[in-house]
Each structure stands twice: as C-alpha cells, then as structure tokens.
C-alpha cells in the first residue's frame, strides 16, 4: 500500500474565534471534489487569456469546448486512478469530467478520511456550525503527482450581506422603494441599440452563481410587469444536488432575486441560467463555476459572481482551482464580474470580523473583472465611493459598516494591466498586490421584490450582474463576446471609457481603516464607473 504524503498548497487554518464542538461522525454521508493535473500548461492557459485580450476583438480566436478538453481537460487515465483508488475505500463517484478536470466521490466521512487523511472536527463559529479543517491534507504517494487539490472536508461558508430593507408588499417601484436597474444602466451610457440591433440581450446567456436562497416565478412575473418590461427566460441548475429553494424574504432569497432582477431588467432577452450550490466552504462555490464555465449546452458568454469570502481564509490549492477556471473562461470568451465586497477593507460584517484588514476572493484573482460600488451624492448629483458612514454595530440592524469592498491583494501579484495604476500599498502588509475593485457602479437603491415583498435592495451584490448584462449588450452589439475585459479598460481608461470617481472613502467609520477615491485608479472605486456606449465604440 502506498505512503501517504501532504499534498501541497492544502494547509488551512479555522476560522477565527472558532470553538471546538466535538468529533465528527464518521457515518455522516459527505463528498469531496478531487481536482487533478491538466494535460496542458495552466500558466500557458492564463497567458492565453492575456494574450487574447490585448488581440484586436475581430482577429481572436476563443478555444472552443472541445479545444479547451482536448489541450487542457484531464488525461483519462488520471481520473481512472482517482476512480479506482475511490472504489477501494467504499467510495461512489457521483461526477466525473475530464473537461473540468475534477472527479466528485461522495461516501461515509470515515471512508472519505481513510483515502484522503485530514484533520476535521466540528467547530462553532458566529457564522454557525461547521466542520473544519486543520493542516495540510495527505494523499497516496503514487497520487501525488495528479491530485492538484481535494476539497469538501471544510464547510465553512462563504459570505453575501446586501443591503436590503423591505418596506410593504405590491407597493411598486419609486420613492423610498428604489428604481430598476435600467435607471442605472441610462445612468452609466449602457448603448440602447448598435445599427439596426436593439440591444436586448438577445442571443445571450448569462451564468449567475448562487449559494442558497431560491426565486418564484410568480415574484419574477408580477416584478417585471411592475417595472414595464418583459419575464426574461429564467433556469435553475442544480450542482451537488442543491436547487432553487426559496423560503422567505430573510433568506438567500434576496440575493438570488437581486441578480436576476438586476440583469433581466436590463437585457430581458437574455436567457439567465442560475447555478445552484450548497455554501458548504470552497466545494459548492467551485463546483458551481466549473458548472457554468464548461457548460457547453447553455453556453454563458458571461458570469455573474456575488459571493466570496477574505481571500487569506482560503488554502492555496483553492486559490489555484479557482484560477485556473477563470483562465478556462477567458480562454472560452467569457467574461467573469465579481463583487468586491460591501464592508471596505473589513470584507466581514461587524458580527464576524476579526479586527483585521483582508480583499475579497475571488475579487482578487487578476483574470476576472472586479466590481465595486458607488453611490450617488444628493448635492453634486456626482458618483461617489459607496460608504452608508455607520461605524460597525452588532445591535444595529444589518450591523453597520457598509461601504466598497476594495485593497491590495496579498496573494495575486499587480497585474500587467495594473502596471501603471500607482497602486497604493497594502494597509495590512505594506506590499504591493493586485488592486481591487476594476469598475464601479451604484451600489444603492435598487428596486427588488423578495417572496412578495418589495423595497430597495444594494451593495457590491448588484453591480456584478449590472455589468454582467453591459457585457452581454457588448457581446450582442459586436456578435462576438468580449471576454477578458481588464486590459481593454485599464488601456482605454482616457478615452472615456470610465469615468473618474474622485470623492469618497471606504474606510468605516470609527472601525476600520481604508483607502479614499483620488484621481486615477482608486481601491475603493477602481478607474471609476463605465460609459457602456465609449467602451462599444472602442471595442
């Protein structure tokens, strides 16, 4: 029998202030991803993206599915090992793909800690209880060499805390209940139609993630009669066997409704695919956009991401897994928009933060387009950084704090679009990193409607699927999709293609430290907020 051996880049620690619970049941019915070595480069493949992106739109060459499988998919017979090894220790595979470069093998968490030995116990935490793990996980020496991760062991969740306040049922939009987001994509130049095309979205996919919560049909059919606009075509997917599963307007509800409200309002045309997952830790979140990034059948030319947590709570094997799907999507053309967080350089809320500075992941990954969020001043009528001014509060309601989450990335490098950025230095190390948000948009006073009720909704939650439906009026307008759009904005930042934010600061109040909006690039607001019809004439 082989030898067990750590598994590099698999070290973890708890979360903090967590309390130990007891043993785990080794009984317990439980899964894990195994993530294996790709028959290509993964640097190669990022590279790609680059080098596609800073490729006139009408010259690139996007890898097709089948082009992407055959030079970066799994080798067959890395994942017969996976199988085989699986089926000596009781275990069932549930999902297998060479495309994804994963093998899912579910059993008893006894059987799932014999083949891949890892120090889990249940611990309580103020987020709730979870089972945890500590140190690095050990696998069999002659699996060294394919297994590039294995995650499902950690169940701790991932965050997603948009501001909502529900005011009364079938009260409609305006006033104090906020406005649809086509008031904010008239506000930010989204182009309306290019030649004779309105631009709807028509032709479109756009993937959203989600981790929880659920919507009904009968909130999306009363919510876009209310607003005047037609029910875009909504599915659900399930991933791990979670589903569309509203409950009430308290729940994740909200969150899944704010994406789909916010993009179908403005590209109603569009197909909207929703990627359900469980928020079981790094294995639902992962599943979820490897789900939307190979789907071949539906074929999102764009992905919405609103969740995600301090980048420096997650081990490196994940950080790896996460990059090396989004380097798959830009390879395909699909763009990736990713909120950057809704408290400052906290990335926690006032019950769960831990007194220190962190970036939201996977904002911080170089290869998607970060979105942070603005608000809009009463007097100047002007963008502004996003800051509701309340100082961290356990007792107030939602807890205070809310502002653009934004900083330096402490793991991702500045990237080669980012160069000429003067990117400030990190607060927490003093180094230089990747800078996040990239763009910003309003991240208040959207109108939404959540198990009946109706009231405005926000946060950095909103602006990713706002500049998810931009990106599919981009792909529709050129018939092309757009993909990586980092260095095309950062290179054409002067031309209008952003507009600067220049006042504002995400730095909480009496709580946490920040950074301020100036000229130029900004860890609050990024270049400023996007002029949809200069990016389209410039593309």
């Not at 009260?171 to 209940?177: F, L, M, Q």
Request: proline share 6%; hydrophobic share 35%.
């Amino acid at each position: 029998m082989s030898a067990f051996v750590p598994l590099r880049g698999t070290e973890r620690s708890l979360l903090p202030n967590s309390r130990p619970a007891g043993p785990v049941d080794p009984k317990e019915i439980a899964s894990v991803t195994v993530r294996v070595r790709s028959k290509g480069d993964p640097a190669a493949l990022a590279a790609k993206v680059y080098e596609l992106a800073n490729t006139p739109l009408a010259k690139r060459q996007y890898l097709s599915y089948d082009e992407l499988e055959d030079q970066h998919g799994a080798d067959g017979a890395d994942l017969d090992a996976i199988e085989q090894y699986a089926q000596t220790h009781n275990l069932t595979v549930v999902h297998r793909s060479s495309a994804e470069r994963s093998i899912v093998l579910r059993g008893a968490l006894g059987d799932l800690q014999s083949a891949f030995h890892a120090d889990i116990q249940m611990y309580h935490h103020a987020n709730g209880t979870y089972r945890g793990r500590r140190g690095l996980i050990q696998v069999p020496q002659d699996l060294e060499k394919i297994i590039t991760g294995v995650v499902g062991f950690d169940t701790r969740p991932k965050h997603r805390s948009s501001t909502r306040t529900k005011i009364a049922a079938l009260s409609g939009p305006g006033g104090a209940n906020g406005v649809p987001s086509t008031s904010f994509a008239t506000r930010y130049n989204f182009p309306a139609n290019a030649g004779n095309i309105n631009l709807d979205g028509a032709g479109q996919t756009i993937a959203i993630i989600e981790l929880g919560g659920g919507f009904r049909n009968s909130d999306l059919q009363a919510y876009f009669q209310e607003i005047g606009a037609p029910v875009p075509n909504v599915t659900s997917i399930s991933v791990d066997h979670a589903g569309n599963d509203p409950t009430t307007a308290d729940s994740a509800d909200g969150e899944v409704m704010l994406d789909i409200e916010v993009a179908g309002a403005v590209v109603p045309s569009a197909n909207i695919a929703v990627y359900f997952a469980p928020n079981n830790g790094d294995q639902g979140f992962l599943n979820a956009i490897s789900a939307a990034v190979h789907d071949s059948q539906r074929k999102p030319s764009v992905i919405s991401i609103s969740w995600g947590s301090p980048e420096d709570f997650i081990d490196a094997q994940s950080i790896s897994s996460f990059h090396d799907l989004f380097a798959a999507a830009g390879a395909l053309g699909v763009t990736i928009c990713v909120a950057s967080g809704d408290h400052g350089t906290a990335d926690l809320d006032a019950s769960h933060w831990d007194q220190k500075i962190h970036v939201d992941h996977p904002s911080s990954d170089d290869l998607v387009l970060s979105c942070g969020g603005t608000q809009v001043d009463d007097a100047s009528g002007k963008d502004v950084a996003w800051n509701d001014g309340t100082p961290f509060n356990v007792n107030s309601g939602g807890g205070g704090g809310w502002a653009s989450g934004g900083g330096i990335s402490e793991i991702f490098p500045v990237p080669a679009y980012q160069a000429n950025s003067n990117l400030p230095v990190s607060l927490d190390s003093g180094g230089l990193g990747r800078g996040v948000p990239d763009i910003s948009m309003s991240a208040t006073n959207y109108y939404t409607r959540v198990d009946t009720l109706e009231g405005p909704s926000g946060g950095t939650s909103a602006v990713a699927p706002l500049m998810a439906a931009l990106v599919a009026k981009l792909n529709q307008a050129k018939q092309k999709n757009v993909g990586f759009l980092n260095p095309f904005l950062y290179a054409n930042a002067a031309k209008g293609a952003v507009r600067d934010v220049t006042s504002g600061t995400n730095e909480i109040l009496y709580t946490v430290k920040g950074y301020a909006a100036g000229p130029g690039w900004d860890a609050c607001t990024g270049l400023g907020t996007p002029d949809g019809t200069v990016i389209l004439n410039n593309l």
